[in-house]
């Protein structure tokens, strides 16, 4: 289990996590939703030690990840993969290469098996075959399905999805969602996604949870968040612009209208 102890991080000035508590259950679906910039991300690279905290706990299977020295930690990351937004391929390595780099520096095999782990990997997500390409000569979403089979490939006990669906049509959005699904059946993961794609966090989690202004303000299974009597979050699942959450305005134009 994962457990999240009043979490707090800024960038300079400005406060982005403000007291996050958050516990993720074994074997459970958890999404983080919330608006553009609010934290999602912030807060999951948390999790995976990319980022240090500037106060607060994480414990990842009893262990607080935030005292552990980098060495420590690397032990750590061997028990998570991560799927970033756009995959975040190397453009100069092929899609075999991609999906064998996790493996190469946090699990080493040899190289026949790595081989074979890597196939296994690719066919899981519909890709059988393409090894030899580069990313260049892949679609988006293609991408994102490479950039998950390098996130399993070494078997990892937690996966974080960032935004799996971002910059996808809906039919291709929804072969991610069903490739998520998929994946926590066949592996019995525990997984944490993110993301402001409602259809997506309805389909896929198993609870949701709701960032807004540094800190977790609601947590629930997908129908109590669906008839949540909270405002905030009910403006933010409805997609309203009437409500507590403020929305940006741009300024005045300047100059004559033409």
């Known amino acids: 289990m994962i457990r999240v102890e009043q979490l707090y991080k800024s960038f300079g000035p400005k406060p982005v996590l403000q007291g996050v508590n958050l516990e993720i259950l074994d074997g459970e679906t958890l999404?983080?939703?919330?608006?553009?910039?609010c934290g999602k991300s912030v807060l999951i690279k948390h999790l995976v030690g990319l980022l240090r905290?500037?106060?607060?706990?994480?414990?990842?299977?009893?262990?607080?990840?935030t005292r552990l020295t980098e060495q420590e930690l690397t032990k750590v990351q061997g028990r998570f993969?991560?799927?970033?937004?756009?995959?975040a391929l190397f453009d100069s390595l092929t899609v075999g290469e991609n999906v064998?780099?996790?493996i190469r520096h946090l699990k080493p095999m040899p190289q026949f098996l790595l081989e074979r782990r890597v196939s296994e990997t690719l066919a899981m997500v519909g890709l059988s075959g393409v090894e030899p390409l580069k990313p260049a000569a892949l679609s988006g979403g293609?991408?994102?399905?490479?950039?998950?089979?390098?996130?399993?490939?070494?078997?990892?006990r937690y996966i974080l999805y960032d935004e799996p669906t971002t910059g996808l049509d809906p039919i291709m959005a929804d072969v991610i969602n069903e490739l998520i699904l998929d994946l926590q059946r066949r592996l019995k993961t525990t997984a944490i996604?993110?993301?402001?794609d409602m259809k997506s966090a309805y389909k896929v989690s198993n609870r949701l949870a709701m960032l807004y202004e540094g800190r977790i303000i609601q947590v629930?299974?997908?129908?109590?968040?669906?008839?949540t009597t909270n405002p905030v979050v009910r403006q933010f699942i409805t997609g309203s612009s009437v409500g507590p959450i403020k929305v940006p305005m741009a300024g005045p134009m300047s100059g004559k209208s033409q």
């Open 81 to 87: 993969g991560y799927l970033f937004q756009g995959g």
């Open 31 to 37: 999404t983080v939703i919330g608006g553009s910039g």
């Open 53 to 65: 905290p500037e106060r607060g706990q994480i414990m990842v299977d009893g262990v607080d990840i």
């Open 193 to 196: 996604v993110v993301t402001h």
């Open 100 to 102: 064998a780099f996790g």
């Open 220 to 227: 629930g299974s997908p129908e109590e968040i669906q008839h």
């Open 142 to 156: 293609m991408r994102k399905r490479v950039g998950l089979a390098r996130a399993i490939a070494y078997a990892p």
